[in-house]
């Protein structure tokens, strides 16, 4: 149950896209479709922001989007607002019927 | 509106048990899974364990397989996590979580440190 692997830290302008990668392995990312995202603020709870690799819940906007291209899922979050500035966790169901998730990363709105 | 409650988070001393409670409302709860996701102070999440909507399954964390034991009352729409033989490496926030495919809703969560 090893952790999936994310870039400690990522940041872009307001009006800018980014993306964060979130690797993984055979056992998890890549032979499942149950990738998910959440957004942490601070103090807060985590938000599930995606969920099986590209879907988004009700409303959550449409600016945040998911991807996976073997055992690499990525998040996008185009247009950045100050309010995305947050952690980011991406997770994935893996194999003996357990999750695993990323060890986050923080984006910082400039 | 999906709400989730957790409860039963303290201080515990090395070796000591706790359980906690999580409360759910606003949902059909024998349609979900349910889970116990926790995060050390500065650091990431972890899974910890999950529970089938029957509750006849149940999964756990190699972290703590043995010691934790994830359980729940469909009739009154309660999941626990009983903790036993606690370590210093336990202490965290514990949040419950609610889903089949991911984790959709979250709860406040209920801080458990142990420490002698």
């Known amino acids: 149950q090893s952790a999936l692997t994310q870039p400690a830290s990522v940041s872009g302008s307001p009006g800018q896209s980014i993306t964060i990668s979130c690797t993984g392995t055979?056992?998890?990312?890549?032979?499942?479709?149950?990738v998910s995202w959440y957004q942490q603020h601070p103090g807060k709870a985590p938000k599930l922001m995606i969920y099986?690799?590209?879907k988004r819940p009700s409303g959550i906007s449409n600016r945040f989007s998911g991807s996976k291209s073997g055992n690499t899922a990525s998040l996008t979050i185009s247009g950045l607002q100050a309010e995305d500035e947050a952690d980011y966790y991406c997770?994935?169901?893996?194999?003996?019927?357990?999750?695993?998730f990323g060890g986050g990363t923080k984006l910082t709105v400039l | 509106e999906v709400q989730l409650v957790e409860s039963g988070g303290g201080l515990v001393q090395p070796g000591g048990s706790l359980r906690l409670s999580c409360e759910a409302s606003?949902?059909?709860?024998?349609?979900?899974?349910m889970s116990w996701v926790r995060q050390a102070p500065g650091k990431g999440l972890e899974w910890v364990s999950s529970?089938?909507?029957?509750?006849?399954?149940?999964y756990y964390a190699d972290s703590v397989k043995g010691r934790f034991t994830i359980s729940r009352d469909n009739s009154k729409n309660t999941v626990f996590l009983r903790m036993n033989t606690l370590r210093a490496e336990d202490t965290a926030v514990y949040y419950c979580?609610?889903?089949?495919?991911?984790?959709?809703?979250w709860g406040q969560g209920t801080m458990v440190t142990v420490s002698s």
């Open positions: 979580a609610n889903g089949n495919d991911a984790f959709d809703i």
């Open positions: 606003g949902f059909t709860f024998t349609n979900y899974a």
């Open positions: 529970i089938s909507g029957s509750g006849v399954t149940t």
């Open positions: 055979s056992s998890d990312v890549g032979t499942y479709n149950l």
């Open positions: 099986d690799v590209s």
């Open positions: 997770c994935s169901y893996a194999r003996s019927n357990t999750w695993v």
